[in-house]
């Protein structure tokens, strides 16, 4: 049986990360280990889902997880996690300051003083 393509599991990969909750986690992760309790405020979630979101994105062998005491800890798998999430800022800082600048656009080409709203002369 053949594997799936590498663009089907990019995107099964993707589709893991597609939720607030696991990005929030994924961030705090980012910065180091963290308690569940820790995480609990920071998330903004009950504890059963947060629980949930945890156990996907341990399936998905994102983060790891260690007991002490009765606290769990959680913590990336891999620092490539962290940069994954710094990309993502990054080219959303980009999109959403050209975002930015055509909205700059269109507010001054609707202002009263732009040329395009002064009457055309008929003469």
Known sequence: MASPPLYQLKAEFFKTLAHPARIRVLELLSEREHA?????PEV???PAHLSQQLAILRRAN??????????VFYALTSPDVAELL????KILTGVL????GLLADLRASASP???ASKPVSTK
């Open 113 to 115: 003083s732009s040329s």
């Open 44 to 46: 903004g979630i009950e």
């Open 86 to 89: 710094a990309v993502a800022r």
């Open 97 to 100: 300051s050209g975002q930015a």
């Open 62 to 71: 994102l983060v790891v997880s260690r007991k002490e005491g009765s606290a």
């Open 36 to 40: 569940v309790s820790e995480m609990l």
